[in-house]
């Protein structure tokens, strides 16, 4: 079966600190893969989406990026983080596009 | 407007007790939906797809209303692990990589 992993858990970094997010994804191959980002009381908002080894599409224009280095592994990474970047962000993976299956998150706060 | 639309709630009902709500959506050419449910603090789980005949998975049934623009979800012989936020989620299509998420409705089951 296939499962997702994200870590950390929980991250309190600094404004202007740089970020790096992971998450890896077994038991698929080519999967498509996707970070939101919710914050308190919202919706989630799609960020990024591939669907193929170093293929990005952005959604929201921001300070954050993503990269996918290997079939498996997306990342999300920002040089320097501001205050306005909080909030829990998920990982989620989909064989065709719908329906789209979640990591645990990442509860990031600035400070 | 928003893309979709949601009651907050809470909805507080005693266990037993059946409850129904539901979401709005804005783009009368929306193809799939689907309902998720969120625990406090975790990651959104898959809870069923919506057809447009409508659908039942044991005590959960979801209803499509087309010319309304609506779908609904009703949770019959509520637990107390029911307690919960339901994420209603469209797409124009079932080839959409990008979801649109409600905030979410917040279901409270007491004993």
């Known amino acids: 079966s296939q499962t997702i992993h994200q870590w950390p858990a929980t991250l309190v970094q600094p404004v202007g600190s740089p970020l790096s997010l992971e998450c890896t994804v077994e038991g698929t191959s080519n999967p498509n893969l996707y970070w939101y980002r919710q914050a308190a009381g919202r919706g989630l908002q799609l960020l990024f989406y591939?669907?193929?080894?170093?293929?990005i599409s952005s959604e929201v224009p921001q300070n954050l990026s993503a990269s996918r280095p290997q079939d498996r592994q997306f990342i999300l990474s920002s040089k320097k983080l501001l205050l306005s970047d909080s909030g829990f962000y998920l990982c989620?993976?989909?064989?065709?596009?719908?329906?789209?299956?979640f990591g645990d998150g990442t509860r990031l706060s600035i400070l | 407007r928003k893309e979709v639309e949601q009651d907050p709630g809470p909805f507080n009902v005693p266990e037993g007790a059946t409850v129904a709500f539901n979401c709005t959506y804005s783009n009368s050419a929306s193809q799939s939906f689907f309902w998720y449910r969120q625990d406090c603090r975790k990651e959104p789980k898959l809870l069923m797809s919506v057809y447009s005949s409508g659908n039942e998975d044991g005590r959960f049934t979801a209803q499509l209303n087309r010319a309304s623009q609506y779908i609904s979800l009703l949770i019959r012989d509520s637990k107390l692990s029911d307690s919960a936020t339901y994420l209603c989620?469209?797409?124009?299509?079932?080839?959409?990589?990008?979801?649109?998420f409600g905030a979410g409705t917040t279901v409270t089951v007491r004993a």
């Open positions: 591939s669907i193929g080894i170093d293929q």
């Open positions: 989620a993976w989909s064989v065709n596009a719908q329906p789209q299956h």
């Open positions: 989620v469209v797409t124009a299509s079932s080839n959409d990589y990008k979801l649109s």
